[in-house]
């Protein structure tokens, strides 16, 4: 796939897309003579993968502020961006030989097609395939976390949580092993908060409790930021 790309649509064309497919982008203008070379050869090698590479062109006359944020000092100049970020890159005019080793090192691997295919299932036989593939793969450990502690496997879940950093997501999982996997509807939770407010200040564990079911509703319910407040008020 060929797409042209501007000044003004290079976020949404290029870096946007580049979270889903590997993007090839080939800086170039009308005057240069190896640009006219290796163009039709990058063309070539980008349709070959069957959509799975995308190619995105840009005049570097014409669009200043894309050329100057790759420090463009001469062209042709490629750029292979994965997830918003540069990867690979080359200068000049490369036989098609070298330009098909350098798209091809782009292409997601069968472990990773088979890693993405095992997530999309997302039972924990599948989670758990995935980590004796990627054993540090974050998306899955989490996923499996909270699989068991739904399922009463709390310890369990929170023994692999330790294996990655703390996140929002880990969080929320360890307050939910912590409230036995089940806090109710968002009302029940409020409830509890009400009736745990007036021992949060000298008791630790009305305190964690407390936090913890903060947490369950989650940063974007707007009673949280009310009920923090509170929390803040009884302790200080």
Partial sequence: MKIDVTDAT??????????????????????????RTLGPIL???VADTNGQVILAKLDTDANPQVAAAFRVQSIPAVH??????????????????QVAEFVA????????????????????????????????????ITALAELLVHDGRSEEGLALLEKIPESPAT??????????????????VEAKLGSLLDRVG???????????????????????????KQLTSRLF
């Avoid at 929320?172 to 029940?188: F, K, M, Q, T």
């Avoid at 940063?219 to 009920?227: E, H, Q, S, Y």
């Fill in 171 to 188: 969080r929320h999982i360890a307050a939910l092993a912590r409230a036995g996997g089940d806090y109710g509807s968002p009302d029940e």
């Fill in 80 to 97: 292979a961006i994965i997830d918003r970020k540069v990867v690979d890159s080359f200068v000049g005019a490369l036989p098609e030989r």
């Fill in 105 to 140: 090192k782009l292409l997601p691997t069968q472990e990773a097609n088979e890693v993405d295919r095992l997530l999309a299932v997302g039972d924990e036989a599948s989670l758990r395939a995935v980590l004796e593939l990627e054993p540090a793969n974050g998306t899955a």
């Fill in 43 to 45: 063309e070539k090698v």
């Fill in 202 to 228: 000298d008791d630790d564990a009305a305190r964690q409790e407390f936090v913890d079911l903060l947490e369950l509703l989650g940063p974007d319910d707007p009673r949280v930021a009310g009920w923090r």
């Fill in 10 to 35: 290079f976020e949404t064309d290029v870096l946007d897309r580049s979270v889903t497919t590997p993007v090839v982008v080939d800086l170039w203008a009308e005057w240069c003579g190896p640009c």
